[in-house]
């Protein structure tokens, strides 16, 4: 994890799967659904989003993930899977 802390630290816990929500919840005290507004401090980004969202902008923006489908087809987000199916 690269949520950042001052003077420059970060995180470091190594994330697994699916976790990064419940990392994030139980480790950083992001909670909350919808509207309700966060800082992400993942490499120090800065960035204020809605807490619903910041999960999907990590996983996206920082972390690089992209999602595959059966047909071999590629897509940087999750929803655009999703519509594709």
Avoid: T
């Avoid at 419940?22 to 966060?38: N, P, V, Y």
């Avoid at 120090?44 to 999960?55: A, F, I, P, R, V």
């Avoid at 489908?69 to 897509?75: E, L, V």
């Amino acid at each position: 994890c690269m949520w950042g802390y001052p003077h420059g630290l970060h995180c470091n816990f190594l994330i697994r799967g699916v976790n990064l929500s419940a990392h994030l919840h139980e480790i950083h005290g992001i909670s909350g659904q919808g509207s309700a507004r966060a800082e992400c401090k993942w490499n120090h980004c800065g960035q204020e989003l809605n807490k619903g969202s910041l999960c999907q902008h990590v996983e996206e923006i920082h972390m690089g993930v992209v999602y595959f489908c059966g047909c071999g087809s590629k897509f940087l987000r999750r929803d655009a899977l999703n519509d594709h199916k």
